[in-house]
């Protein structure tokens, strides 16, 4: 036995964390500015810091970790900056359950700086569990540089950012509509608003008109307990049902205030009875056509959801309450028309599941119209280009419509607002460092509550987490990223942010290209959730399969922007993927008897097997890398597979066993042996960036050099050029291989059983090539003996044939089967047969079945009928084809 040692069993819960263990103790994932060397930057989407690992952080990982290790291969100064989210609303919600209400506590008994040190000590015990999650799946990350949301110098940005745009004039203070959560007792940004379609109803209101007795207008609402907040009835200017009723002024029932009628063009003529009651105070549509026209905005909620005493009577009743209640006492007074079945999209909070609602309140907004036009046109010029294409039209579209950005939250853990309130004179002062004093009037002054929604932090990530606003050397070399690699369903909230952050801040773009994926959905398409019960822990598929199976699945069942359907029959089937290799690279050890690790071929020792491996892989070296440049990762996957299964594994190996096991083969055997490994250590390097563990462990047991995988050069094409034309006639070697054997198997033929291949040649280029290498076919195609045929030759009678490009291929069927033993065999199979069709017949004719069985069910029977039939008419024309014999 050779100095190489064999490989055991392939075991990956074995394998995987001694090797991240190592990659990390020799800081392989770690670089140094080196301005020598051109960069390679990714920015890890901050996960949170609350987080568990879900199948879209695998994806989203598995991806980045591809093009990073790809990149670090091929010799560029990578750096791939990881990071958590302060998560403000998740976190304090977190600490709020899970620890607080525990001991029978709230916020309020701590205060807020006793609970802010409670969650920094929540976060030091618990919050970094996804970090070790994400390191469990393979991810390249520098860990060194590690970042977090509310770090001092990501702080210190934050605040630079807040200032610089409050100067600008770019960020104000003001009451304006938000999305309120009553249990959470914030502003939520968009995103954190789940919307789904509920079943509801419309209920049909009549609203007296003032001094026209028994003159009512009907209006249709989903929402009457809001009624109380009604400041206008809207109707469409062309909607000429109500022409005459547009100036005139109605009643609001149970208030008694005096409201207009109003012409606005949003109105649809085709909802409800075309008029619409406007409550400014609790619709963003109604808001908007307040401030079109000038109308008030009256809040009749408290921040709890109860209804505050602008309700009236209904004072102190919850949203659902006072609904009822409302809708009751309308039916009393005869004001309520008829209720509709409606169904509509309600928004929900995305942490507690509490009914959003829509209130006015005072907050701190971003002017986004200055900041969206140049993130918009630096698109449209393709400084930044969407992989797929197709989701520039996402981030345009929704530039193109932006509203004003509430950016407070009313919460106590986060980037706390740095304005503050003068107790005496009343100036507000924004300031960059804290202040004790008025800078006005010298009088105490207090901070605003709030913090900032978690967005606005997250906005800066490209450049903050580098340093800014510190020119640092990070930020000089690696900035503008590379590429930024996250789901679709981002692309408003995060991408854009940072995009017209980075253009503000650092006048250049944050990042090249955009790579968007979709989300993993479960087999069936449906989206992963609690409330499914589908979700698919990646841990568990990890502890089962390996990250090398989960990671490979995830990237091959991935279009870029397309939703994937997650299989479990697909992890097990690359768990076996990364076995075959295994088992190829422990039968390429094992016949290293005697290598020399000096020995390179000459052109004249290559066989033509040799040739066509050769051809093959460096055709797949190119097609690896164009895949991998161009973003298509799944294509790259696949090539990568296709390559190391069929042509290594299937074909080249067997072709090489005959040379490997002459002891005596010299030359020859030093050549089979030099392809092997050669081509072997290549291959793992080409599949290193997608199953990093597997391909780490096999190559050190190969001869190589350099400490690593990790840091191995991409590969390259082999120094031997010039083969299309060997490949080609292997190909051709090889079709007629599989021609045989797809043979032997329709004939049933035992595998054990050799027999004669009779070849007629009708492509003269390929007679020295079959006459030269006529022993393929008994390594492969089962021969005992290969004829080759003159173009006089008669050919064979009673003979089954296949035909490739330029060769017909011959078997002897007397030779191959026992005619009688296969009669036999078919009377039992097709006795087997009629006897399903039978039943399948009866059952189909069975009217009670028809008639209670699901369609799905009986198309199924229906389906499994034809396949019988089918299969008896192939049973019938095998049987008369053996009367040939």
């Given at each position: 036995?050779?100095?190489?040692?064999?490989?055991?069993?392939?075991?990956?819960?074995?394998?995987?964390?001694?090797?991240?263990?190592?990659?990390?103790?020799?800081?392989?994932?770690?670089?140094?500015?080196?301005?020598?060397?051109?960069?390679?930057?990714?920015?890890?989407?901050?996960?949170?810091?609350?987080?568990?690992?879900?199948?879209?952080?695998?994806?989203?990982?598995?991806?980045?970790?591809?093009?990073?290790?790809?990149?670090?291969?091929?010799?560029?100064?990578?750096?791939?900056?990881?990071?958590?989210?302060?998560?403000?609303?998740?976190?304090?919600?977190?600490?709020?359950?899970?620890?607080?209400?525990?001991?029978?506590?709230?916020?309020?008994?701590?205060?807020?700086?006793?609970?802010?040190?409670?969650?920094?000590?929540?976060?030091?015990?618990?919050?970094?569990?996804?970090?070790?999650?994400?390191?469990?799946?393979?991810?390249?990350?520098?860990?060194?540089?590690?970042?977090?949301?509310?770090?001092?110098?990501?702080?210190?940005?934050?605040?630079?950012?807040?200032?610089?745009?409050?100067?600008?004039?770019?960020?104000?203070?003001?009451?304006?509509?938000?999305?309120?959560?009553?249990?959470?007792?914030?502003?939520?940004?968009?995103?954190?608003?789940?919307?789904?379609?509920?079943?509801?109803?419309?209920?049909?209101?009549?609203?007296?008109?003032?001094?026209?007795?028994?003159?009512?207008v009907t209006v249709a609402t989903t929402r009457p307990e809001t009624m109380f907040g009604d400041v206008a009835v809207a109707v469409n200017p062309?909607?000429?049902?109500?022409?005459?009723?547009?100036?005139?002024?109605?009643?609001?029932?149970?208030?008694?205030?005096?409201?207009?009628?109003?012409?606005?063009?949003?109105?649809?003529?085709?909802?409800?009875?075309?008029?619409?009651?406007?409550?400014?105070?609790?619709?963003?549509?109604?808001?908007?056509?307040?401030?079109?026209?000038?109308?008030?905005?009256?809040?009749?909620?408290?921040?709890?959801?109860?209804?505050?005493?602008?309700?009236?009577?209904?004072?102190?009743?919850?949203?659902?309450?006072?609904?009822?209640?409302?809708?009751?006492?309308?039916?009393?007074?005869?004001?309520?028309?008829?209720?509709?079945?409606?169904?509509?999209?309600?928004?929900?909070?995305?942490?507690?599941?509490?009914?959003?609602?829509?209130?006015?309140?005072?907050?701190?907004?971003?002017?986004?119209?200055?900041?969206?036009?140049?993130?918009?046109?630096?698109?449209?010029?393709?400084?930044?280009?969407?992989?797929?294409?197709?989701?520039?039209?996402?981030?345009?579209?929704?530039?193109?419509?932006?509203?004003?950005?509430?950016?407070?939250?009313?919460?106590?853990?986060?980037?706390?607002?740095?304005?503050?309130?003068?107790?005496?004179?009343?100036?507000?002062?924004?300031?960059?460092?804290?202040?004790?004093?008025?800078?006005?009037?010298?009088?105490?002054?207090?901070?605003?509550?709030?913090?900032?929604?978690?967005?606005?932090?997250?906005?800066?990530?490209?450049?903050?987490?580098?340093?800014?606003?510190?020119?640092?050397?990070?930020?000089?070399?690696?900035?503008?990223?590379?590429?930024?690699?996250?789901?679709?369903?981002?692309?408003?909230?995060?991408?854009?942010?940072?995009?017209?952050?980075?253009?503000?801040?650092?006048?250049?773009?944050?990042?090249?290209?955009?790579?968007?994926?979709?989300?993993?959905?479960?087999?069936?398409?449906?989206?992963?959730?609690?409330?499914?019960?589908?979700?698919?822990?990646?841990?568990?598929?990890?502890?089962?399969?390996?990250?090398?199976?989960?990671?490979?699945?995830?990237?091959?069942?991935?279009?870029?922007?397309?939703?994937?359907?997650?299989?479990?029959?697909?992890?097990?089937?690359?768990?076996?993927?990364?076995?075959?290799?295994?088992?190829?690279?422990?039968?390429?050890?094992?016949?290293?008897?005697?290598?020399?690790?000096?020995?390179?071929?000459?052109?004249?020792?290559?066989?033509?097997?040799?040739?066509?491996?050769?051809?093959?892989?460096?055709?797949?070296?190119?097609?690896?890398?164009?895949?991998?440049?161009?973003?298509?990762?799944?294509?790259?996957?696949?090539?990568?597979?296709?390559?190391?299964?069929?042509?290594?594994?299937?074909?080249?190996?067997?072709?090489?066993?005959?040379?490997?096991?002459?002891?005596?083969?010299?030359?020859?055997?030093?050549?089979?042996?030099?392809?092997?490994?050669?081509?072997?250590?290549?291959?793992?390097?080409?599949?290193?960036?997608?199953?990093?563990?597997?391909?780490?462990?096999?190559?050190?047991?190969?001869?190589?050099?350099?400490?690593?995988?990790?840091?191995?050069?991409?590969?390259?094409?082999?120094?031997?050029?010039?083969?299309?034309?060997?490949?080609?006639?292997?190909?051709?070697?090889?079709?007629?291989?599989?021609?045989?054997?797809?043979?032997?198997?329709?004939?049933?033929?035992?595998?054990?059983?050799?027999?004669?291949?009779?070849?007629?040649?009708?492509?003269?280029?390929?007679?020295?090539?079959?006459?030269?290498?006529?022993?393929?076919?008994?390594?492969?195609?089962?021969?005992?003996?290969?004829?080759?045929?003159?173009?006089?030759?008669?050919?064979?009678?009673?003979?089954?044939?296949?035909?490739?490009?330029?060769?017909?291929?011959?078997?002897?069927?007397?030779?191959?089967?026992?005619?009688?033993?296969?009669?036999?065999?078919?009377?039992?199979?097709?006795?087997?047969?009629?006897?399903?069709?039978?039943?399948?017949?009866?059952?189909?004719?069975?009217?009670?079945?028809?008639?209670?069985?699901?369609?799905?069910?009986?198309?199924?029977?229906?389906?499994?009928?034809?396949?019988?039939?089918?299969?008896?008419?192939?049973?019938?024309?095998?049987?008369?084809?053996?009367?040939?014999?």
């Amino acid at each position: 036995m050779s100095e190489y040692k064999n490989l055991e069993a392939y075991n990956p819960a074995e394998i995987e964390q001694s090797w991240y263990s190592f990659w990390e103790k020799k800081n392989y994932f770690h670089e140094e500015v080196d301005p020598a060397k051109k960069p390679f930057s990714i920015v890890l989407p901050p996960p949170n810091v609350t987080g568990q690992l879900h199948m879209g952080h695998a994806l989203d990982n598995t991806l980045q970790d591809i093009l990073i290790r790809f990149k670090r291969m091929q010799g560029y100064n990578v750096l791939w900056m990881p990071g958590t989210d302060h998560a403000g609303i998740a976190t304090q919600v977190k600490v709020e359950k899970n620890v607080l209400e525990k001991e029978g506590k709230s916020r309020y008994d701590l205060g807020r700086d006793e609970f802010i040190k409670r969650v920094w000590e929540w976060k030091h015990e618990y919050g970094n569990t996804i970090v070790k999650q994400i390191r469990s799946l393979g991810a390249s990350c520098d860990w060194s540089r590690e970042r977090f949301t509310l770090d001092d110098g990501y702080y210190k940005a934050v605040r630079e950012v807040f200032v610089r745009l409050y100067e600008k004039g770019l960020i104000y203070r003001g009451e304006r509509i938000t999305n309120w959560c009553p249990s959470c007792h914030t502003a939520l940004s968009d995103i954190e608003v789940e919307h789904a379609d509920e079943k509801g109803h419309l209920w049909f209101i009549n609203y007296p008109v003032k001094g026209e007795d028994g003159v009512f207008v009907t209006v249709a609402t989903t929402r009457p307990e809001t009624m109380f907040g009604d400041v206008a009835v809207a109707v469409n200017p062309e909607d000429e049902r109500y022409n005459a009723l547009i100036g005139k002024t109605l009643v609001l029932p149970f208030v008694e205030r005096e409201i207009p009628v109003i012409a606005d063009s949003y109105v649809d003529p085709a909802f409800g009875t075309g008029c619409v009651k406007i409550t400014p105070a609790h619709d963003p549509n109604d808001f908007e056509m307040g401030q079109r026209h000038n109308l008030e905005s009256i809040v009749v909620m408290n921040l709890d959801g109860t209804m505050n005493d602008g309700a009236g009577k209904f004072s102190g009743l919850t949203r659902e309450e006072a609904r009822k209640q409302v809708v009751n006492e309308l039916q009393d007074m005869g004001l309520l028309v008829k209720i509709e079945e409606h169904d509509h999209s309600v928004g929900h909070c995305s942490r507690c599941d509490t009914i959003v609602e829509p209130l006015v309140s005072k907050q701190w907004f971003v002017k986004m119209e200055p900041l969206a036009k140049p993130a918009l046109k630096t698109v449209q010029d393709g400084n930044i280009e969407f992989v797929p294409e197709r989701f520039t039209k996402t981030y345009t579209n929704w530039l193109e419509n932006i509203r004003d950005w509430c950016i407070s939250r009313q919460l106590w853990w986060g980037h706390r607002i740095p304005a503050w309130y003068c107790d005496e004179c009343g100036e507000v002062t924004v300031s960059r460092e804290d202040i004790t004093v008025c800078p006005h009037c010298g009088g105490h002054v207090t901070q605003d509550p709030d913090v900032l929604d978690t967005w606005f932090s997250s906005g800066l990530w490209p450049f903050a987490t580098m340093g800014w606003p510190e020119s640092t050397a990070e930020l000089k070399h690696w900035y503008p990223t590379s590429v930024l690699v996250t789901g679709y369903d981002i692309i408003f909230f995060w991408v854009a942010r940072m995009i017209f952050s980075a253009l503000e801040f650092m006048d250049e773009i944050p990042f090249k290209h955009v790579f968007i994926h979709g989300l993993v959905r479960d087999s069936q398409g449906r989206k992963m959730s609690k409330s499914l019960g589908n979700g698919i822990n990646p841990l568990d598929v990890i502890s089962e399969y390996g990250a090398d199976a989960l990671r490979f699945t995830l990237v091959t069942g991935n279009t870029p922007g397309n939703d994937m359907r997650f299989y479990m029959e697909r992890v097990e089937a690359n768990r076996n993927f990364a076995n075959k290799i295994w088992n190829a690279a422990k039968f390429v050890i094992m016949n290293l008897d005697g290598y020399d690790e000096s020995f390179v071929p000459s052109e004249d020792d290559l066989t033509l097997a040799d040739r066509w491996i050769i051809e093959s892989y460096n055709n797949a070296v190119e097609r690896i890398t164009a895949n991998l440049d161009k973003f298509e990762l799944g294509e790259a996957a696949a090539a990568v597979y296709d390559f190391i299964w069929n042509s290594y594994c299937d074909w080249y190996i067997e072709l090489a066993k005959p040379r490997l096991y002459n002891k005596e083969g010299g030359r020859d055997r030093q050549t089979a042996q030099y392809v092997l490994v050669t081509i072997l250590r290549h291959m793992l390097e080409l599949l290193h960036p997608f199953m990093p563990f597997v391909t780490e462990h096999i190559w050190q047991h190969l001869p190589h050099e350099g400490e690593s995988i990790v840091v191995a050069p991409w590969p390259t094409a082999l120094p031997f050029a010039g083969y299309a034309q060997a490949a080609a006639h292997m190909e051709v070697m090889m079709d007629a291989i599989k021609g045989i054997r797809n043979m032997r198997a329709e004939m049933n033929v035992p595998m054990g059983k050799r027999s004669e291949v009779i070849l007629s040649i009708t492509d003269d280029s390929l007679t020295d090539v079959i006459k030269s290498h006529s022993d393929y076919f008994e390594t492969l195609g089962w021969a005992d003996k290969v004829t080759l045929l003159s173009s006089a030759d008669e050919k064979p009678q009673n003979a089954t044939v296949t035909v490739v490009n330029g060769l017909e291929v011959y078997l002897l069927l007397k030779d191959l089967i026992d005619a009688d033993k296969e009669r036999v065999r078919l009377a039992k199979e097709q006795a087997t047969v009629q006897k399903e069709i039978a039943r399948l017949e009866g059952k189909l004719s069975n009217q009670g079945f028809l008639a209670k069985a699901p369609a799905e069910v009986v198309a199924k029977e229906q389906a499994k009928l034809a396949e019988y039939k089918q299969k008896q008419q192939a049973l019938k024309e095998r049987e008369e084809f053996l009367k040939t014999l």
